[in-house]
């Protein structure tokens, strides 16, 4: 018997109908002869709504109970798809993420999972039971209170669950027919990714592919769990996310992932992995630019500054230093970070702009980035040169530039970002025959 873990995203649950033909579909899985975990999502854009309604009686609500009022979106759809479940007749239990074992640090708001005992799950499960999870929460046993995982947290819940249940496959079930090399949304001619290594989908979900959260994909790929990415919307076969290891190799550990989905699945694909030069291209609009003008180009002065950032707990992501001009000895330094976080680091180097002895400061929330990732560019020269060059003859100006491995990170302005990606899709010849289907969600 296997032991297969779902996890609906919102748009697979939207409303009453979603609920039934999701419940059809775990029904199916279970009289398959499986062990059947599903983690569920809030429905549609619950989450959305929630925050909403809550900036409306509070203009900073306590995060406390922002916990306490987003972990209600998933109660929600866990007894709504357990209910459903039953009136097939099928046995099925839901458990909140604190019943189910989900235990995190105390961060509300983006609490981490330290440690999962699914003690309750188990035995529901020797019982016969189909188990649904509540997604995107847990609880701190220090403080006592409930936990929520960050914006797309289900996913976490998830790969944790199949993680800690030792689980065969963990099935990420969303509005899309699996992992693109673009946003489907925004790209209508990206290709379906038939697999990806963890490592390249780290990059992707890193720079803005929220079809995974980021932290399970680490958390996968630290776990050694393989996912399986489709479409709650059809049988199709979706995108396998695998962690090549020295144990076992990439086409096993994707054979093996096959044999327990139950999908229509294209004959001809079995061979060998190849590695293609590109996984993806993604683009992110949430970061702002912060330029510290007229920097003493001297010792030391970067240190202070990225010191003082630290000190607010903001994630910067990319830095430029300009060279200094001779006349004056002073450089400017730029950098990348949410734009949530702006204020808090204005603030923050504004209050020591005397003692570093910098000039100004220019705020920029009007950036955007895309990210080009493949493993393939390890071994390839020539792909920055290829992704410039198209940015020029579109005519998009790029302001920042940052590379790793395999990424290539540009900034440029945001209402050119778009434009930027579907240029970029098409001069590394990504763009597919068909238009690709989005089966549901907002998008919001
Ligand atoms: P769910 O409700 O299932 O969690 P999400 O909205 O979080 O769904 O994620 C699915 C969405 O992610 C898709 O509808 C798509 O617009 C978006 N997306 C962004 N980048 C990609 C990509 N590279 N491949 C597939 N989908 C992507
Ligand atoms: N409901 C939460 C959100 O919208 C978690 C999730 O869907 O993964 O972010
Ligand atoms: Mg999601």
Redesign the pocket.
């Known amino acids: 018997m296997s032991l297969i873990v779902q996890k609906y995203?919102?748009?697979?649950v939207a409303d009453a109908e979603s609920i039934k033909r999701v419940a059809k579909r775990i029904v199916e899985t279970r009289k398959a002869g499986n062990e059947v975990v599903v983690a569920v999502?809030a429905m549609g854009d619950t989450t959305d709504e929630l925050l909403d309604l809550a900036h409306e009686v509070a203009p900073i609500p306590a995060p406390r109970e922002m916990d306490m009022l987003l972990s209600a979106g998933e109660r929600i759809s866990m007894a709504l798809l357990a209910l459903a479940i039953e009136s097939l007749g099928h046995d099925a239990r839901s458990f909140t993420g604190s019943q189910a074992g989900m235990i995190t640090d105390a961060k509300h708001g983006s609490a981490r999972i330290v440690d999962v005992t699914p003690v309750r799950l188990r035995e529901a499960l020797d019982e016969g039971a189909i188990v649904i999870v509540a997604g995107f929460q847990g609880f701190n046993r220090d403080t006592r209170d409930i936990t929520t995982l960050g914006r797309?947290g289900s996913d976490t819940t998830a790969v944790a669950l199949a993680a800690a249940l030792d689980a065969d496959i963990c099935e990420i079930y969303?509005?899309?027919d699996g992992?693109?090399t673009?946003?489907?949304?925004v790209v209508p001619k990206a290709s379906k990714i038939d697999r990806i290594t963890s490592e390249e989908m780290l990059e992707?979900a890193a720079n803005g592919?929220?079809?995974l959260y980021i932290r399970a994909v680490e958390y996968a790929r630290r776990h050694g769990v393989t996912l399986h990415v489709r479409s709650s919307f059809n049988n199709n076969e979706g995108t396998i996310v695998y962690n090549p290891s020295e144990t076992v190799d990439a086409a096993t550990l994707v054979a093996r992932a096959r044999a327990t989905s139950n999908t229509n699945t294209k004959t001809g694909s079995e061979s060998a992995v190849e590695e293609p030069l590109i996984a993806?291209v993604?683009t992110d609009l949430s970061e702002a630019k912060i330029t510290v003008v007229g920097v003493p180009d001297i010792p030391g002065k970067a240190a202070q500054i990225f010191t003082l950032v630290a000190k607010t707990g903001a994630n910067i992501d990319m830095i430029v230093q300009n060279v200094s001009a001779a006349s004056t000895g002073r450089t400017d330094i730029s950098f990348t970070l949410p734009k949530s976080e702006g204020q808090t680091v204005l603030t923050a180097l504004r209050a020591d702009q005397a003692e570093v002895g910098f000039l100004g400061l220019q705020y920029d929330d009007q950036i955007g980035k895309l990210a080009l990732v493949g493993a393939g560019m390890r071994t390839n020269a020539g792909v920055s040169a290829k992704l410039f060059t198209a940015l020029f003859e579109a005519g998009i100006n790029i302001e920042m530039i940052s590379t790793s491995e395999i990424r290539i990170s540009v900034v440029t302005r945001a209402d050119t970002i778009n434009d930027a990606l579907r240029v970029v899709h098409t001069a590394f010849g990504l763009d597919a025959d068909d238009v690709a289907v989005?089966h549901g969600?907002t998008?919001r």
């Open positions: 995203g919102g748009s697979s999502s797309g969303t509005d899309v992992i693109f673009a946003d489907p949304r992707l592919a929220k079809v993806g993604a989005v969600g998008g």
